[in-house]
């Protein structure tokens, strides 16, 4: 309770009346104060939804729509499933084929023909990153579907992008506010870009080819190398607002695995090396992702330290990053990725 306030009140009343502790006007003034204490920090509350540091929700929604921003909505991911069956075997939209976790609806209809397989367009019946599943993971048929024998994901599913958090999108608004994007500069191609759903950061390079050229090299939201339907929707972009001459390419940053090996000693008594391996690949993931476009190197002490900190963790020994025990360097048109973690 602000006791400052309180003496302020009591001071407003007579000191021919009792103002200790206990009294009728110390007990109804202090039933008062708290109840102005409240107010205080409704009304700070209130005071710091107007602030874009300290704004959150649809408080910072309205708070960065006045720079004409609009918080990127998640999506939900896409794929070409193969589909194999009897020949004349109808495909129809609205079916389901599944991984393990998560289920995937048809969103074209095919006739199976002679060669007894198609090719057809699924898209997750969820939002966000769940989607995301590795090559081969689509595999089930939640209902029997006439005619289909099985079917399978050639490639890993990557255009699952969760929602935009508050974080990613303030720090959108603090590069719309604080850099110079003007007549077309590289602050306003990496704005452009970025502001494209599914785009988690661009690094721009004017001249790369010459006077007029600028290349754009992108990020997806899950800090992975971008597909190509990303790519192309960010080029198509660009170009609806880019200035009438620059030349524009738009490429995805090249993935650079970091393969780890590292020689463990775990708490046994209470967790298991696969819970442990799959805590540590979560971690990197974590670190990995968080100096994507931002540093020029994996750290070398940085890994050691992630894998020590990692519940179940005793020690390491013999830790080496893509074969080497050192600093592994990233080029600027590259994102470190998580390759294979070998525990020997």
């Known amino acids: 309770m602000d006791k400052e306030?309180?003496?302020?009140?009591?001071?407003?009343?007579?000191?021919q009346y009792d103002k200790t502790e206990g009294s009728f006007f110390y007990d109804n003034l202090k039933a008062v104060g708290l109840e102005l204490d409240e107010a205080d920090k409704k009304a700070d509350a209130i005071l710091d939804k107007g602030f874009a540091e300290t704004s959150f929700g649809e408080w910072l929604d309205k708070k960065v729509a006045e720079q004409g921003i609009k918080r990127k909505p998640a999506t939900k991911a896409t794929t070409t499933v193969l589909i194999t069956g009897s020949q004349g075997a109808l495909i129809n939209t609205g079916d389901k084929v599944a991984s393990d976790v998560v289920t995937f609806v048809f969103k074209e209809s095919k006739t199976i023909g002679p060669s007894g397989q198609e090719s057809v367009l699924v898209e997750c019946e969820s939002f966000g990153t769940i989607g995301n599943v590795p090559a081969g993971a689509i595999r089930f048929f939640p209902v029997t579907l006439a005619g289909l024998t099985s079917v399978t994901n050639p490639e890993a599913v990557t255009s699952g992008y969760n929602g935009e958090t508050n974080e990613e999108l303030r720090g959108r608004y603090w590069d719309k506010v604080r850099t110079p994007a003007t007549s077309g500069n590289k602050y306003h191609?990496?704005?452009w870009a970025k502001e494209v759903i599914g785009v988690g950061d661009a690094r721009v390079f004017p001249t790369w080819?010459?006077?007029g050229t600028v290349k754009v090299v992108i990020i997806n939201s899950n800090k992975r190398g971008a597909d190509?339907?990303?790519?192309?929707?960010?080029?198509?972009?660009?170009?609806e607002e880019r200035p009438i001459g620059a030349t524009v390419t738009v490429e995805s940053a090249a993935e650079l695995q970091i393969n780890?090996?590292?020689?463990?000693?775990?708490?046994?008594?209470?967790y298991e090396l696969d819970f442990v391996k799959v805590a540590i690949e979560n971690n990197i993931t974590n670190y990995l992702t968080s100096i994507?476009?931002?540093?020029?190197?994996?750290?070398?002490?940085?890994?050691?330290?992630t894998i020590l900190n990692t519940n179940g963790v005793l020690d390491y020994s013999g830790l080496t990053i893509n074969g080497g025990a050192g600093n592994i360097n990233i080029l600027d048109t590259q994102v470190a990725v998580l390759g294979v973690l070998t525990v020997v």
Do not use: C
């Open 228 to 239: 190509a339907q990303l790519v192309t929707n960010v080029a198509t972009h660009i170009e």
């Open 260 to 270: 780890l090996s590292v020689t463990l000693i775990i708490d046994t008594d209470n």
């Open 209 to 211: 080819d010459g006077p």
């Open 189 to 191: 191609y990496r704005n």
């Open 292 to 305: 994507a476009f931002h540093e020029n190197y994996v750290s070398y002490a940085i890994v050691g330290s």
């Open 5 to 15: 306030r309180l003496n302020r009140m009591l001071s407003s009343i007579n000191d």
